[in-house]
């Protein structure tokens, strides 16, 4: 039996490409402003012990690697609503990528006060872990391994870089959002093989490659056995 699925709200023009002129209306305030860039500094100085960031001057390491990870969450997007839509489970995903888009359009109360990249790198923390749910939250997406190692640990370290509580805050507020949309516990036993095919597909292997490389080029590394 398919699960009842939470239904869209998301207005017709709020796509991935908005979500994309969002970042780069924030890229250009940082160019003039360099608050964000200023904020590394402070941010690598709280990091856990577990991760090491391997470069000269670790403030710049940590702010591209942010960036980046900001870019990739209007891509993850895209590459969920094209996959679905080309196995034909559109509307199973939907509510999915459409409550990724509203987290960088209309933001909760709680974080419109969090504005350029800092508060666009919650969103993206946002993003990037309800796509990790959603892959942890059905057994033949989970089974398939869709969701790399890396992606996790990227997650790992943009939790540590916004800070606990308020990280752990918004795991729980994602949680509540991924019960919400799968509806019944039916979600974790439905077959999405099409939705698999669709990803492994090569088309997507820039993305894979992407999030395989993003710690590395950005030298940041974890070290198993710290603690922080």
């Known amino acids: 039996m398919r ?86 489970c559109k509307s199973l995903f939907e509510p999915f990528t459409d409550a990724a888009i509203r987290y960088f359009t209309q933001p909760s109360a709680q974080l419109i006060r969090y504005e350029g990249l800092d508060g666009l790198l919650i969103r993206a923390y946002q993003c990037h872990r309800l796509m990790e749910e959603m892959h942890d939250n059905n057994r033949s997406i989970r089974a398939s391994e869709l969701f790399d190692l890396e992606a996790v640990r990227a997650n790992l370290l943009v939790h540590q870089m916004i800070g606990e509580p308020f990280a752990n805050e918004l795991d729980d507020a994602i949680a509540l959002v991924v019960m919400k949309i799968a509806g019944t516990p039916d979600f974790y036993d439905l077959d999405l093989e099409p939705f698999i095919e669709q990803v492994n597909n090569r088309a997507w292997d820039w993305m894979r490659n992407y999030w395989e490389n993003l710690l590395v080029r950005n030298h940041i590394r974890f070290v198993l056995g710290s603690c922080g």
């Open 3 to 88: 699960p009842q699925i939470a239904q869209s709200k998301t207005a017709p023009n709020m796509t991935p490409q908005v979500v994309l002129e969002i970042i780069d209306q924030a890229r250009r305030q940082e160019a003039r402003s360099g608050t964000f860039f200023r904020q590394m500094k402070a941010v690598r100085l709280r990091l856990p012990s577990s991760v090491v960031v391997d470069c000269h001057q670790p403030p710049n390491c940590l702010f591209r690697f942010a960036v980046e990870y900001i870019e990739m969450a209007p891509r993850l997007i895209e590459c969920v609503d094209a996959c679905a839509a080309e196995a034909g």
